[in-house]
C-alpha cells in the first residue's frame, strides 16, 4: 500500500468536495490490474510518468462507472486545475507574498498535483495530465476517514483497495459486490458532511477565516436534523434535500449489481467553465474541433440549467407595500430575503460572492423614478469600488442590499478598510511588511484583518426598506419590481487583476463579459394612485 501525507495550507476551494461510489463487479480480464511485490492487486500506471503513475486515470473509473464519469468530467471538481481564474491567482499570490504561500491554493485544486511534488507555481501547460484531472475519482475515494476540518491535510492511498458509502454498513444495505478490479470498503464517512469540510473550510496562516461554508452548515438547523452537503449538492434536485433515483452504480454487461441510491457527481454549486474548451480540448491541448465545441456546449448549457435551479432554490423574497397612494406621498417598501434551503450562509463561500437586490419604480408610463441594485457601465454595483462612482458619473447607490461580505484591515486611524481584494498592499492601511518574512498568504502579514460576514444565515431572513416618494402628478399605478441577484466574481475582481497584469487585460475583460448573473427570486407589485 502506498501511503502519502499532504500538509500544507489551501486556498480557494472548490464546491462539495465528495464523491458518492460503490465497488463494482467488472467480469471482463481486467488488463489494467498488476500485481504488486507483495502479491496485492494494484491498477496499473495509467500513461502518467514518475509519481503520477500512482495514481488511477479517472477514464479507466468511467469504463464501469460512465454515468459518474459523464456527470463529473463536467464538473467543478474536473475543472478546479485548468480554471484560468485558479491559475491567476495562485500566480498572483505567490508573486505577492515572495512565495511563501506555498501551496495555499492549488492544495485542494490539484491534490493529486500536490502529492506527486509538481512546485506549488507550476503554470498549467507544464503540468502532468493526472494533476489537471483536478479532484478526480481518487482524490475521494482513496480516503478512509475524516481528518476533520482539515484544510487538505488529507490522508490519500493510492492502492487497489476504493472506499464509499455502500456496502457493510446499514443493516440492510446490501453487501459489497465482488470486483475483480479493485476491492470495496465502505466508510461512513461518504454518509457525512465531514468530507467536504477538509476542503471546504479554508483558515489562512495568520487566523483569518476566509471560508467558514463547512462551520455554517454545522451550527445551522440542516446538519441537527441530520441533511448534508450530499443531500443538495448531489441529488437530483440541485439545492434541496430530495429523494435518490435507485439503480446501479455501474455497468457492466452481464452481470447484475446490487441497486444503489445514485448520487449526481456534478457536484452543482456556484461556479462554472470559463471558457467553450472544457471539458473536452483537442490533441496536444489545441482548441477542439467544431463538433467538440458543440459537445462542451451542450455540456455546459446543461450545468447552467442546474446552477439555475440550485439558486432558485437558494432563498425567497416576500415583498409589502401599500395598496394606495396619493401622488405627492411618503411610503415604505418592505423586503424580506428568506435563506430557504441553502445549508450555509446566503451568500456563502469566499467573500467576493454578490448576492443583491434590484428595486424599481415605474409609472404607467414605464418611466423609472427610482432604482437600487442597478449596475455601472462596467457591470459592477454603484458601491465604492465603482469605476463610475469613483470617477463621479453616477451617485453611489444608498439603498444598495449588497449581502456579499467585507474583506477589511485596521487602519492607522483604528477604523475598518474595506479592500476590493483580501490582499495587502504596499500601500495598505496597515502596517505590512513586503515581501513577507514567514509563511503568509492572501493578506500577506496583515494581522489585524477580518472578514465580515452579512450574509443570511440557514432558515433565517433579513428585512429591508426602501422609500416610495410618489412625485405630484404623477399618474399611476406605480409598479415595482423587486430582484434578488446573484454572481461568483463581481468585475472589479477582474479590474484588481489588470493593475498587475497588463498584458492579460484582454483576456481579463473577456471574463468580465463571462460572469453569469442568475436571478433568485423576483416580485412585480402595483400601487394604486388616489386622492389624498
Same mark, same amino acid.
Given at each position: ?39 496485492? !492487486? ?52 505567490? !508573486? ?60 490519500? !492511498? ?57 462551520? @455554517? ?142 428595486? !424599481? ?64 498592499? @504596499? ?44 412625485? @405630484? ?45 442568475? @436571478? ?13
Amino acid at each position: 500500500m502506498i501511503r502519502v501525507r499532504r500538509r500544507v495550507y489551501i486556498g480557494l476551494a472548490l464546491l462539495a468536495c465528495v464523491c458518492a461510489v460503490s465497488a463494482v463487479s467488472c467480469v471482463r480480464e481486467p488488463s489494467v490490474v498488476q500485481t504488486d511485490a507483495a502479491g496485492e !492487486k494494484a491498477a496499473k500506471a495509467p500513461k502518467f510518468k514518475g509519481e503520477g503513475g500512482k495514481f488511477t486515470d479517472p477514464k479507466l473509473c468511467g469504463e464501469c462507472h460512465s454515468t459518474q464519469y459523464s456527470q463529473w468530467i463536467g464538473s467543478m471538481h474536473h475543472y478546479s486545475q485548468a480554471s484560468l481564474t485558479n491559475e491567476l491567482v495562485n500566480d498572483f499570490l505567490h !508573486k505577492k507574498t515572495g512565495k511563501t504561500i506555498s501551496a495555499f491554493c492549488i492544495q485542494c485544486h490539484t491534490p493529486i498535483g500536490t502529492v506527486i511534488g509538481e512546485r506549488y507555481d507550476l503554470p498549467n501547460k507544464e503540468r502532468s495530465p493526472i494533476s489537471l484531472a483536478g479532484v478526480s475519482c481518487e482524490v475521494c475515494h482513496s480516503m478512509n476517514k475524516s481528518h476533520g476540518q482539515a484544510q487538505a491535510f488529507f490522508e490519500l !492511498k493510492p492502492s487497489n483497495k476504493v472506499y464509499g458509502p455502500h456496502g457493510k454498513g446499514g443493516e440492510k444495505d446490501p453487501p459489497p459486490a465482488k470486483s475483480d478490479f479493485h476491492e470495496t470498503e465502505q466508510q461512513d464517512v461518504f454518509k457525512s458532511s465531514q468530507l467536504c469540510q477538509q476542503c471546504h473550510e479554508v483558515i489562512v496562516p495568520n487566523g483569518l477565516r476566509l471560508q467558514e461554508t463547512y462551520t @455554517e452548515w454545522k451550527l445551522s438547523p440542516w446538519a441537527k436534523e441530520g441533511v448534508t452537503c450530499q443531500s443538495c449538492h448531489m441529488g437530483p434536485v440541485p439545492g434541496k434535500p430530495s429523494e435518490r433515483p435507485v439503480g446501479e452504480i455501474a455497468q457492466v454487461a452481464g452481470v447484475e449489481l446490487p441497486k444503489r441510491p445514485l448520487s449526481d457527481h456534478s457536484f452543482t454549486g456556484v461556479d462554472y467553465h470559463w471558457t467553450d474548451d472544457y471539458p473536452f480540448r483537442g490533441k496536444g491541448g489545441v482548441a477542439p474541433d467544431d463538433r467538440t465545441k458543440k459537445r462542451n456546449v451542450k455540456i455546459q448549457a446543461d450545468l447552467a440549467k442546474k446552477r439555475q435551479e440550485l439558486m432558485r432554490n437558494a432563498a425567497k423574497l416576500h415583498v409589502s407595500g401599500p395598496a394606495s397612494l396619493a401622488p405627492g406621498s411618503k411610503a415604505s417598501l418592505a423586503v424580506r430575503i428568506e435563506n430557504t434551503f441553502t445549508g450555509h450562509h446566503f451568500p456563502g463561500g469566499f467573500p467576493w460572492r454578490q448576492a443583491w437586490v434590484e428595486v !424599481k419604480y415605474t409609472d404607467a408610463k414605464g418611466n423609472v423614478f427610482f432604482q437600487s441594485g442597478d449596475l455601472d457601465s462596467d457591470g459592477d454595483l454603484r458601491n465604492q469600488f465603482s469605476k463610475d462612482v469613483n470617477a463621479g458619473k453616477v451617485k453611489e447607490d444608498r439603498h444598495l442590499v449588497n449581502l456579499q461580505a467585507q474583506a477589511t484591515v485596521r487602519g492607522f486611524r483604528g477604523n475598518d478598510v474595506e479592500l476590493p481584494f483580501p490582499l495587502a498592499e @504596499e500601500d495598505a492601511p496597515s502596517p505590512t511588511v513586503f515581501p513577507s518574512v514567514g509563511p503568509q498568504s492572501v493578506y500577506n502579514g496583515a494581522d489585524n484583518a477580518r472578514i465580515i460576514k452579512r450574509g443570511i444565515p440557514a432558515r433565517d431572513s433579513r428585512t429591508f426598506s426602501y422609500p416610495i416618494r410618489v412625485p @405630484e402628478g404623477m399618474s399611476g399605478p406605480v409598479t415595482y419590481s423587486v430582484r434578488l441577484l446573484y454572481r461568483n466574481y463581481p468585475p472589479y475582481y477582474f479590474d484588481y487583476f489588470a493593475r498587475y497584469y497588463t498584458d492579460l487585460k484582454g483576456l481579463l475583460d473577456t471574463l468580465k463579459t463571462k460572469l453569469e448573473i442568475y @436571478e433568485v427570486d423576483a416580485v412585480i407589485g402595483k400601487i394604486e394612485l388616489g386622492g389624498r
